[in-house]
C-alpha cells in the first residue's frame, strides 16, 4: 500500500514538472471545470426529465392526501359538535321532563294528601254526627224509659197515699204533664 501511495506522488510530481505547471489546490484545473459543468448538465437534465415529474407526482398525491384527510377530519369535527349540540339539547329536554315530572308528583302527592285529609275530616264529621244522633236517641230512650220508671213510682205512691187505685192512664198522662213542666221550668233557668 505505501508503494501505491508513493507511485500516486511521483505522477503527481512528475506529471506537473514534465508540463512545468506547477499543482495549485486553489486554482482549479480548466479541462476539469468543463468536463464537471457537461456532467451537471447531463444529469441535470435527466434529473428534471425523469426524478421531478415523479417526485412532483408523489409531493401532489401527499399534498391531496393530506388536503382529503384535513377535509375529512374537519368534516368528522362538524358532525361530532352537531352530535354535542344534539346530544346538549336532548339532556336539557331530559332535565327538563324530570324537573316536570318531579312537580307533577308533588302536585300529585299535595292533591293525594288534600283529599285524604279531606275524606278524614269529612269521616270525621260523619262519625261525629253519628254520636251525636246515637246520643241523642239514647237520651231519649233513658227520658222516656225514666218518665215511664217515674210514672209507674208516682202512681204507686200516690195509690199508696190516697189509699185506693188509680186509673193508670189518668195516672200516667198526669205524670207526663206534670214532668214536662218540670222540664219546661229546668229549660227556662
Not at 193508670?168 to 229549660?187: C, F, H, K, N, P
Amino acid at each position: 500500500m505505501l508503494k501505491v501511495i508513493l507511485a500516486a506522488e511521483e505522477v503527481v510530481e512528475g506529471g506537473t514538472e514534465e508540463h512545468g505547471e506547477l499543482f495549485s489546490p486553489v486554482v482549479p484545473v480548466v479541462s476539469e471545470l468543463i468536463w464537471a459543468a457537461v456532467f451537471f448538465t447531463i444529469l441535470f437534465l435527466i434529473v428534471s426529465k425523469v426524478a421531478l415529474p415523479k417526485l412532483n407526482k408523489v409531493l401532489a398525491d401527499r399534498e391531496a392526501a393530506v388536503t382529503g384527510q384535513i377535509t375529512a377530519a374537519e368534516q368528522v369535527r362538524g358532525e361530532a359538535d352537531v352530535l354535542l349540540a344534539d346530544y346538549r339539547a336532548k339532556l336539557a329536554d331530559a332535565q327538563t321532563e324530570a324537573n316536570r315530572i318531579i312537580d307533577e308528583g308533588r302536585r300529585t302527592a299535595e292533591g293525594i294528601v288534600t283529599e285524604a285529609r279531606s275524606r278524614a275530616e269529612a269521616e270525621a264529621q260523619t262519625i261525629v254526627q253519628r254520636a251525636q244522633g246515637d246520643i241523642q236517641a239514647e237520651r231519649d230512650r233513658a227520658l222516656s224509659t225514666l218518665r215511664q220508671t217515674l210514672a209507674e213510682l208516682s202512681i204507686q205512691v200516690a195509690g199508696r197515699i190516697v189509699g185506693k187505685s188509680l186509673d193508670g192512664d189518668a195516672q200516667r198522662s198526669l205524670v207526663d204533664s206534670y214532668i214536662d213542666e218540670l222540664s219546661t221550668t229546668a229549660a227556662r233557668n
